[in-house]
DNA sequence: CATAAAATATGAGTATACTCAACTTTGAGG
DNA sequence: CCTCAAAGTTGAGTATACTCATATTTTATG
């Protein structure tokens, strides 16, 4: 072997793309980051649901979705911003699932509102034990400490603009007077309200919450003909 | 020396009152124990306002202090409960502000609940980079993970009876209808939605949020005036 | 005052969320 | 197939909230 081998080649080569990120389709490389993802996700949701937020380590989580602790960290920023995953998915489904029912679609106002809102109780019913301690959460406002917040924030304004498309709708047809964005931010209010009185409900199939939330929307949607709007 | 002094000496002598405890006035002790928590408070309020409260640690709280890092766990039982206890404070500091101001009883009920949202919104001002991590928290329900609960629930249930009775001296002037517990729970959540919007406001003074607050409580008693909780 | 029990303080130790420098895998260009 | 840069993984390391066995202080009692 000559000392040559050891020299540099120096046939300047291209780096590959520079720039603009690949993003090749169906590469080795973005399929396994996919499957990895499924399995962190698959291994939380289930030691959420059996231990709490709290109770469940990183280390654990890691091991059952056989992972390195570090790797982890490499798909979510913090273990809050994991637990946070399930809500973003779910307000995502939430709305498909809305515009995919046709019979909604023309359904009055106060029965869509109240559909959207059972369909989310509905579906985080099985977190109950730990949705406490992450719901709060993605509320709070943007803050340097937290660099969560800003994706919390981005959840929260989609589900604003959901709500206000959907009340813009009853202004067209007339069922409410025009309500503009407070609207919208008064009924993600009351759907605070209502989890925090859900979360409290201790009667059989959460009935007391459910009986609220019909009542609610009916007083509301009442004042609102009345025209209790104008201040 | 003989050998007898080390025997134990055989004098029964009484355990020092054994069951109740002597919770005797002026003692040392208790006043160290005043001194000591004053001191962690005043460490903790300062540092909180300057860094934050995630970007503070217990280590630095103690030192500041003057005490062991192990001896603030023995005042307050987690970082949170130290960050909450402020807001303890500040709701038995409400209602005796409120029933001293003998003015304020005899006003009208918009007024009153005006001036008790107002002032908390005063009194939390200065903790404005650290309240959002905290507020929102002393919301969630009772859970087993969470040793903080039962008191920020006992903080919560303190505060809604304060309200309550607000309401019901409104009631028996005939100034709204009859409007139950469900009333405080509504202005709770109200008050809720008026830290949101506070914490996010950027106008000066947070005038902005003064205004919405105005606004809305004229609304809201409009709205009971004419019967609107009837449903 | 002397003593013991109870209350309180202490700080080294523990558990765990998160970081980072070193290693491995992938894929484009030759 | 070979090379290499970029992408991704790894687990030992770090920071810090909280625990606990031991030491110290206070108080009641003879």
Redesign the pocket.
Known sequence: MSALSYM??N?A??????GA??K?RG???????ER?KERILEAALQLFRQKGL???????ISRKA??????????F?????LALYFFQKETEDLIRWFRADARLQKAPLTEKLFAVIHRQLEYIEPYEDFIGAVFYRSLQPSSTLSPLSLESQELRLKYLRFIRDILMEGEKKGEIPWVGDLGAYAVGLFYVGIVTHWLHDTSRGKQKTLALLDRALSLGTNILKKGGWEW
Chains 1, 2 share one sequence.
């Open positions: 540099p080649k046939t080569r291209k780096k590959a793309k520079p990120p690949p090749q590469g080795k490389r973005e399929k396994n980051k990895t709290e109770q469940t380590t990183t280390k654990e056989g992972i390195a602790e570090g790797t982890l960290f490499n798909y920023k913090t273990k809050e911003d």
